[in-house]
């Protein structure tokens, strides 16, 4: 994971949920096939309909998905339009629903090992101030993170099961302490006081501490702390010079190793190994992509990894005993997401998420070499084939430099039918747009409008070169990125060459206010989904547990008290004067991130240049809307902002 994705701020297309029906265990289907485009007419799905799909989030990576008996997976699902907890059978069957929220958004994060109580966790309205609560066996529930203004996370189990670890704000707003609690009773005592590092993981017998301090955007170390010692402090374990980013994948199950990721040898980053009672270290994992991450199963007979290969993951499974990848049965085109083992490490769960399917859960029986599809999460209504799978593209921007980018090419589209089209920018800074299912895309596409999602430079993915390219430079030559990619869409014979807008949510709503405001002719309309627009207010209010990386943040974007000249020059706010196409501002009214005020005085001042200017309030939203009827509620306000101004008179009704 690299520095900048935990300020990368969450666009509302990574919470586009998906929708629909649950079905008994059934076997992988086969791939859906092409459309025959001459032969079949794409009908016309609402907005309601592709987020009528049902989304699924299995259990904290570091917990207990499946049950003690083996018998369901614990996962979360927006099935009733808000994120419940669910059990979901292994032998197929309706999820059994856990919790019963219908206002905040709840994600399970484990089961406990010898029962059928589990943790979940939520905020409220999507302030981000987490807790983290059980529920007991008789449904009860309580909250173990009690407090005004404190953020809690689930860290992980002792090997045991007697006790489990949680971090929590209550001390100090800016500082995650980590908390051991009884399994039995919930008592708990503080086994470490956090003076400023961001906790990464603990092993299972309870001994070491993995910390992680960023010094810069490009420079970051690791610390561990035994826990077992009179004098518990973090010990630097990366000592280096220069710029080299570090970062923790987990303390394997052995509880003397760490595997970490380091970009010290090349553009990439790679997985080595640490071990931390000799301080031996040795290469583990390397490939011409970024290592996205290594996990191990719960005795460490597998390791699990991912390489984030162009804006796709390509996961191989490594029988550690033989050193062998291992072989997994036939499962649909897409990337694999969130496996976890049962604790005999017999069944793996997974999600298979694609283009043109979200996300279903499926499980595989390692023994038996088999595997069945537990979810069906695509709206029954909506046929797959109608869906639009993307394309890899990539063009060159103003100096030459190749832009990777996401194609999604409208069903219908040609010459002779050109369709407009939108250059989409995702969150960040140093985000990706990667292939896979979203609700809103499949949403525009079908209404007949190509999207490019352009990785422009400082982009992860792509190397640190090239993803440090934007460092104190937002707003600059990657806007210009953005540009070109305009101009790249014109160069498509089956694009409307004058129909060409903007979208993007977060980092990437900055990105559509600032290329209205200073390059006010390029693009025909925005659409800023809670973008920032006042970077001097922005980097002086971050949420205090952003604390720990505070000066990562500064380094990249420049640090208020020295470079508010230039956070006022790039900020579109000052320069809203210069609007004169079409915007659509969307802000959920909770955001800890990017405060309403920002969206409110942006719609403002755009109004006093009486240029078409909506607005979408949502009261009950923070950074991001999890809420279904939010969701459709904002795509179906794109839709119609886009047909009122960019398609014009000749919109699809």
């Not at 099935?79 to 709840?106: K, M």
């Amino acid at each position: 994971m690299s520095l900048r994705s935990s300020f990368v701020l969450i666009s509302v297309i990574l919470l586009a949920g998906c929708g629909g029906q649950q079905s008994d265990q059934a076997q992988t289907p086969k791939n859906a096939p092409a459309v025959d485009e001459s032969a079949v007419e794409i009908p016309r799905y609402s907005a309601e309909a592709f987020f009528e799909t049902t989304s699924f989030a299995m259990a904290d990576g570091s917990g207990h998905a499946f049950s003690p008996d083996g018998a369901s997976i614990l996962v979360s699902s927006d099935a009733t339009g808000v994120f419940n907890a669910y059990a979901l059978p292994v032998r197929g069957g309706e999820p059994v629903q856990l919790t019963s929220s219908d206002d905040n958004a709840i994600f399970g994060v484990s089961y406990f090992p010898a029962d059928q109580r589990i943790l979940y966790t939520f905020d409220v309205g999507g302030n981000e101030l987490n807790h983290v609560y059980v529920r007991e066996t008789d449904g009860s529930s309580r909250d173990l993170t009690p407090g005004d203004d404190l953020k809690a996370a689930f860290l992980g189990w002792s090997g045991d099961g007697q006790h489990f670890y949680l971090t929590s704000t209550e001390r100090d707003p800016s500082s995650f302490d980590v908390y051991r609690y009884s399994a039995e009773d919930y008592s708990r005592n503080l086994v470490f006081e956090n003076p400023g590092f961001q906790v990464a993981d603990i092993s299972s017998d309870g001994r070491w501490l993995a910390l992680q301090k960023p010094r810069n955007s490009a420079d970051s170390d690791i610390y561990v702390v035994d826990l077992s010692s009179p004098d518990p402090e973090p010990r630097l374990i990366t000592r280096h010079e220069g710029n080299i980013a570090h970062g923790v994948y987990e303390v394997a199950p052995d509880n003397r190793t760490l595997i970490y990721s380091t970009n010290e040898f090349g553009e990439f980053s790679q997985a080595w190994s640490h071990d931390l009672e000799t301080d031996e270290k040795a290469l583990l994992l390397e490939a011409d992509w970024d290592v996205s991450y290594v996990a191990n199963s719960p005795s460490g007979r597998y390791r699990v990894s991912g390489i984030n290969a162009d804006a796709r993951t390509e996961v191989t499974i490594v029988d550690n005993q033989t050193g062998k990848a291992l072989g997994l049965p036939d499962l649909p085109t897409g990337d694999l997401r969130n496996l976890r083992f049962s604790s005999d490490e017999g069944l793996l769960a997974l999600l298979v998420n694609a283009d043109d399917s979200p996300s279903n859960v499926h499980l595989v029986d390692l023994a038996g070499s088999t595997a069945a599809q537990l979810t069906r999460a695509l709206n029954p209504a909506i046929e797959q084939a109608h869906l639009v799978r993307s394309e890899v593209v990539r063009y060159r921007s103003f100096d030459g430099l190749e832009i990777p980018s996401i194609l999604y090419k409208p069903h219908g589209a040609s010459a002779e039918n050109p369709v407009p089209a939108l250059v989409f920018v995702h969150g960040g800074p140093g985000g990706q747009t990667r292939t896979g299912y979203r609700a809103m895309f499949q949403h525009l596409v079908n209404h007949g409008y190509a999207i490019l999602g352009a990785n422009n430079r400082g982009s992860s993915g792509y190397g640190k070169t090239f993803f440090h390219m934007d460092d104190k430079r937002h707003g600059e030559e990657d806007l210009q990125d953005i540009v070109y990619g305009r101009k790249y869409l014109e160069s498509l014979d089956w694009v409307d060459s004058n129909r060409i807008g903007i979208i993007g949510g977060s980092y990437g709503g900055y990105m559509v206010a600032a290329a209205l405001a200073f390059e006010p002719e390029v693009f025909d309309v925005g659409i800023n989904i809670f973008g920032v627009t006042n970077w001097v207010r922005t980097l002086e209010s971050i949420p205090p547990w952003w604390e720990a990386f505070k000066e990562a943040l500064y380094d990249e974007m420049g640090d208020p008290a020295t470079d508010a000249e230039r956070h006022r020059r790039i900020s579109p706010l000052f320069h809203a004067d210069n609007i004169v196409k079409p915007l659509l501002v969307i802000q959920g009214a909770n955001d800890p991130r990017v405060l309403q005020v920002e969206s409110d005085e942006l719609v403002a001042a755009v109004q006093a240049n009486e240029v078409p200017v909506e607005y979408v309030v949502f009261p009950d939203e923070g950074h991001g809307f999890r809420k279904k009827s939010n969701r459709i509620a904002a795509s179906e306000a794109y839709l119609n902002f886009l047909n009122a101004y960019l398609r014009g008179p000749q919109a699809i009704q």
